[in-house]
């Protein structure tokens, strides 16, 4: 269990919910990514984390998105009065900047906004 | 604006061929990552490309960066059906892990 983890893998929505997605990065590393992917698409950068410091926010694509990540490990995306388009898969990635910077990505969560 | 594109988008291939995948990106940047994506499932590393003129290879899969190109290369040998998957190439131009992913290229490998 050393990978990225994400929770709920699943979510259905209904239009103008509030939802919470969860990121536990590996332990460890300090930098903490979230990416939208639409289906059939690449993933589109969405904001960052350095620790607890949300160092690039500008991939958000509306604020009714949110990202926190309080105590530098666990991240929360909130998305409030979700609409259809949000409907998208959410991954989240850490990365050690010791080492090769490279960012490993967890399994996401699938959400459909009805 | 900052493109990443990847051709071919879609490629259906017989097992046993040759083929390569082209990434090309339209600003400078060092450093080129590869992922493969199962259907419904997330990314998994398969190269990370540091510096102009890196190549480096794993099994039937080889990938290689020319930086002055701005062009990547994945190249596929001998295809096997197990290789069937979206590959895609991201890069990193400002040096501050916001990676741009490519299109994909959504690979099927024929028995």
């Known amino acids: 269990g050393a990978g990225v983890s994400q929770s709920p893998r699943y979510k259905v929505a209904k239009r103008g919910q509030d939802v919470a997605l969860r990121c536990d990065p590996i332990s460890g590393h300090v930098s903490l990514f979230w990416y939208q992917q639409a289906l059939g698409q690449g993933p589109e950068f969405l904001t960052y984390?350095?620790?607890?410091?949300?160092?690039?926010k500008s991939g958000l694509p509306s604020d009714r998105f949110f990202a926190e990540r309080p105590e530098g490990s666990v991240s929360t995306l909130k998305i409030q009065r979700t609409q259809q388009e949000d409907s998208a898969v959410y991954l989240c990635?850490?990365?050690?900047?010791?080492?090769?910077?490279?960012?490993?990505f967890g399994p996401g969560t699938r959400l459909t906004v009805t | 604006e900052l493109k990443v594109e990847q051709n071919p988008l879609f490629l259906s291939m017989q097992e046993g061929k040759n083929y390569t995948i082209y990434c090309n990106y339209s600003t400078t940047s060092d450093r080129l990552y590869w992922y493969r994506q199962d259907p419904g499932k997330s990314l998994e590393s398969l190269f990370v490309l540091l510096s102009n003129g890196a190549v480096k290879q794993e099994g039937r899969l080889m990938a290689s960066l020319d930086t002055k190109a701005r062009l990547s290369t994945l190249h596929i040998t001998a295809a096997v059906h197990d290789l069937s998957a979206t590959y895609f190439c991201a890069v990193d131009p400002s040096g501050t892990y916001k990676y741009i992913f490519g299109t994909g290229t959504r690979l099927k490998v024929l028995a």
């Open positions: 990635a850490s990365s050690s900047r010791a080492l090769s910077y490279e960012q490993y």
């Open positions: 984390f350095q620790n607890e410091a949300q160092l690039d």
